[in-house]
Each structure stands twice: as structure tokens, then as C-alpha cells.
């Protein structure tokens, strides 16, 4: 299993983040995620269920993900992404209100 997954599909991105992502993937994860977003306006669904850590860095990449991507949001949440957000003191950029 890879530590993430892009998939594009006609209506939406979707990027799983599988195991750990950590520092050292947070350049391969930056420049995929600009990738995907470099096509035409779709919803950036993300799916953090089987997130098992998760550190700066990469929590820095998906932030960015947040405001590059219209509607994006959580296809499916994780204890470890909600603990890495209060731990930074980040609100949920993936929440809808």
C-alpha cells in the first residue's frame, strides 16, 4: 500500500492517505496534489480513515490542498487526522460547515 492514493475520476478528485505520511513524503504528496489540481475545477475528496500518522509537513501540504481545491472535504475521517489537527491547533479545513 502506498501512503497515498490520487484517483481522478470526470466528478471529483479523490486522494486516500494510507499508513504514515510523513516529512518525507510530503514533496511527492505536494507535487501530485498539484497535478490533480492542475485539471479542470473538481471537488478534492479526501479519505484519512486509514491514516496512521501524520506530521507537519505533510499536515502543511494538505492545508494548502484545502485552499487550492473547491468543495474539498473528507470522504472519510480518522482519529489520527483529528488528533494531528488539535495538536497543531489547525480548525478542520475539511469540514463542511
Same mark, same amino acid.
Given at each position: 500500500?502506498?501512503p497515498?492514493?490520487?484517483?481522478?475520476?470526470?466528478?471529483a478528485?479523490?486522494? !486516500?492517505?494510507?499508513?504514515? /505520511?510523513?516529512?518525507?513524503? *510530503?514533496?511527492?504528496?505536494?507535487? *501530485?496534489?498539484?497535478?490533480?489540481?492542475a485539471?479542470?475545477?473538481?471537488?478534492?475528496? /479526501?479519505?484519512?480513515?486509514?491514516?496512521?500518522?501524520?506530521? %507537519? *509537513?505533510?499536515?502543511?501540504?494538505?492545508?494548502a %490542498?484545502?485552499?487550492?481545491?473547491? !468543495?474539498?472535504?473528507l @470522504?472519510?475521517? @480518522? #482519529?489520527?487526522?483529528?488528533?494531528?489537527?488539535? !495538536?497543531?491547533?489547525?480548525?478542520? #479545513?475539511?469540514?463542511q460547515?
Amino acid at each position: 500500500m502506498t501512503p497515498f492514493e490520487i484517483n481522478p475520476t470526470p466528478d471529483a478528485i479523490h486522494l !486516500r492517505l494510507n499508513g504514515e /505520511v510523513i516529512n518525507e513524503l *510530503a514533496c511527492a504528496l505536494h507535487a *501530485a496534489l498539484v497535478a490533480a489540481l492542475a485539471a479542470p475545477a473538481r471537488p478534492l475528496l /479526501v479519505d484519512v480513515a486509514p491514516l496512521t500518522r501524520i506530521d %507537519a *509537513a505533510a499536515l502543511q501540504v494538505m492545508m494548502a %490542498a484545502a485552499r487550492a481545491a473547491p !468543495r474539498a472535504q473528507l @470522504s472519510a475521517a @480518522s #482519529p489520527v487526522w483529528t488528533a494531528a489537527l488539535l !495538536r497543531h491547533g489547525i480548525t478542520d #479545513p475539511y469540514a463542511q460547515p
